[in-house]
């Protein structure tokens, strides 16, 4: 079984950086990627950023140059941290971790975070 959890969330003012981690754990072997995704109020998830292998990453256009998604342990995949910077109030939102494998293609979902960017 699986589990994802993330974490980092948190109140930041406009303007400051926040860290998530997430950690993909049980007898899963290596996940082929991970990916960050946001939950606005009253919006629909949206994805924001991937990670394959060691380096292999890419960012949707709302988080290009804010946000850099990496490694907190670069020996394995099950991990991802995203480090978001020049934080705006329509950052605002809950922040999910999906953890994709090559026998889970779907994916598996951390319960996610509340990330809340103040004015």
């Known amino acids: 079984q699986v589990q994802v959890v993330e974490s980092g969330g948190g109140l930041v003012e406009e303007g400051g950086s926040l860290r998530l981690s997430c950690q993909a754990s049980g007898s899963i072997g290596s996940a082929t990627a991970m990916a960050w995704y946001r939950q606005a109020p009253g919006k629909e998830r949206e994805w924001l950023a991937g990670?394959?292998?060691?380096?292999?990453?890419?960012?949707a256009e709302a988080v290009k140059g804010r946000f850099t998604i990496s490694r907190d342990n670069p020996r394995n995949t099950n991990n991802a941290a995203l480090q978001m910077n020049s934080l705006k109030q329509e950052d605002t939102g809950v922040y999910y971790c999906?953890?994709?494998?090559?026998?889970?293609?779907?994916?598996?979902w951390g319960q996610g975070t509340q990330v809340t960017v103040s004015s």
């Open positions: 999906k953890a994709v494998f090559s026998w889970v293609p779907e994916g598996v």
């Open positions: 990670i394959a292998g060691s380096r292999t990453t890419k960012y």
